[in-house]
């Protein structure tokens, strides 16, 4: 049975005539100074009988004034710049709860984190049966900031109580003097307004108390002269149908009074706005020319897309830990030696080293096959991309071990360990048989202070490189003797019965952190952070604002070396060396147990150690020749 997506309004109430032919003077009587303001609106630009209670439309007005993309696809978020209740955070408050929580390096890259301009609002309208409640300022930021500038916009909030009636109006007004200063994305007036009037009728002491009935009704003011367009009307009724929409899918339990969703793993580690504006200007920068000379068969856009948001990430998380910014905010030489360096594994086209190489931070990537794309970068960075196979330590020493063979590690192509310099940043992206390595391989490369990862899981194997379904984590453990029936399960299995309301009920489990572990991919992510923390490591997943449904990273050591870099920062008796003036022999040795317990675990399935280091040598020959799977795109 095919499902009929529900039309956010009753179409049969439309007149069907064009807007322009249908406009009506507002009821609202809205002042400006002693003059009363011409304010429109149309019968096609209401919706009555819904079932929304006043709470509803203003915790999704809140929402909405952060996240306006949600209203405009040209739009990547707002900044506020003012709220009068002081609830709503500005970018510059967002910075310092960040750096409070967990007192790392300034993210602006000053020690003190920059104020907001100081934009005023706009005075508040009188109208006429309301009294204002809030004001707030924000910065509407477009996508293609090339092609639009940042608009501020101030939002009054009215109220009204009038016996069994709920009022409430939000007016939105732009800060231009003239319309050609408005931007495309910006609809073509001088302000616009939503109202809600809610009717519930009053419970007598013997009466159960019945639901309401709400109004949602579209209220503006054109510009002189100027007619209403069909891109204008179009606008008016996606505004309209948009917030009728949100509504109905809305749960107040999961919006924050500060406007957003509640979300613990979205924008838990770097404020959105950072990561943002660093993609817009990566964005600019990069992607044209990666787009133009791309040589890979695959699609270039998502790639490229998607590895510009990742290296956004990175950059600004780095910002965060160790006080390192790009090239072009640094001195003259543009060298920044408070960076440790780091390495891509598995690093697939080589887009990201690409671009963290051409904004000054020192790395490089290695991978089991040669990619065309890196013919394309400079002589620079074709010099920092490695065909390389990764053979994990342990894997390493018993294929090598008493008796071996001189060819025990040939796999056809050099070989890399993992051992890699101490307080290199590991980044291992979609990175496959690696995934579950990658806090392993960190550890070993020193086990006295690991270090630290992102890793951004996406294909299940196990450590052996074979390809393994984990089972969903029990109170955040792993339960081994699920292990073998967990590995035949189906990915995500539907409900037994055709039921829609079935259906939806998975569909919502699936958004929630226990739904998610319980898909194949939520299960991996999982497993990596549990062994990440099993062998020590501080851990936080986070989810990445990339074009891709594989958009989990799993970071571990953030916290730890931010400590010890700002402590080192902060402490000029460290001269050289590690700022971790704890880490020694004892913690090292433990840490080598822990992971050999693991690997020894991990393995038993494939009947040891030896075996699946077996199993692990012909995957590499197959990735490397190309016969098997590819590490990363």
Known sequence: MVRVKQAPRDQSKLTGKPLSETLEPSPLHILEGIEEEKWSTSPDLLEGNLSFTPEVIDNLTLYLLANPNRMSSHLFRADILHDSLGVLRTPAERERLFADSTGKVALSGDADVADEDDVQPIPARDIAGFELSRTVVRRLIPRKPQLDRPLEQTCHFYGAVDGDYGRLLVVYSPHIASKEELPFYHPLLQSWALLYDYYKPRATSSEEEEGGAGQLSLHFMLYPDEPIQ?????????????????????????????????????????????????????????????????????????????????????????????????????????????????????????????????????????????????????????????????????????????????????????????????????????????????????????????????????????????????????????????????????????????????????????????????????????KAMSVAEEIGYDVEKTMLRIPSTRNMAVIGGRQRVTSEWNSKKNKSAVQTGHPDANADADSGDETLKLIEEVVRRECAREGGVQEAAKVWKERAKGIHSGRGQSQRH
């Open 230 to 526: 069909n891109r204008l009307e179009r606008t008016l009724h996606a505004l309209l149908n948009t917030q009728i929409r949100l509504a109905r899918g809305s749960d107040i339990s999961t919006m924050m009074p500060e406007g957003g969703n509640y979300k613990p793993n979205k924008d838990n580690v770097l404020p959105r706005h950072l990561v943002q504006d660093t993609y817009s200007r990566l964005k600019q920068k990069y992607a044209s020319w990666l787009c133009q000379n791309w040589v890979e068969d695959t699609e270039p856009s998502k790639h490229v897309f998607e590895d510009l948001s990742i290296t956004a990430f990175l950059i600004e998380l780095w910002r965060s830990m160790y006080g390192v910014v790009p090239a072009e905010e640094r001195g003259k030489d543009g060298h920044d030696r408070n960076f440790p360096g780091f390495v891509d594994v598995a690093c697939g086209n080589g887009v990201l080293v690409y671009v963290l190489l051409m904004e000054g931070y020192q790395g490089w990537g290695f991978d089991a096959r040669c990619r065309k794309t890196w013919k394309i970068f400079p002589e620079t960075v074709q010099e920092r991309l490695s065909e390389e196979v990764y053979i994990p330590k342990p894997f390493a020493d018993v294929l090598n071990g008493p008796g071996a063979s001189t060819d025990a590690l040939d796999v056809g192509a050099k070989t890399h360990s993992g051992m890699f310099p101490k307080d290199t940043f590991i980044m291992s992206n979609h990175a496959d048989e690696l995934t579950v390595w990658t806090p392993l391989m960190a550890a070993l490369a020193n086990p006295e202070s690991p270090l630290p990862f992102m890793a951004i899981p996406c294909c299940s194997h196990a450590l052996s490189g074979a390809r393994y379904r984990y089972p969903p984590p029990k109170d955040g453990k792993f339960d081994e003797d699920e292990e073998d029936k967990a590995h035949e399960a189906e990915q995500n299995p539907q409900p037994a019965t055709g039921d829609l309301k079935a259906l939806r009920a998975a569909k919502l489990d699936a958004q929630t952190d226990a739904g998610a572990n319980k898909s194949m991919y939520g299960c991996l992510t999982a």
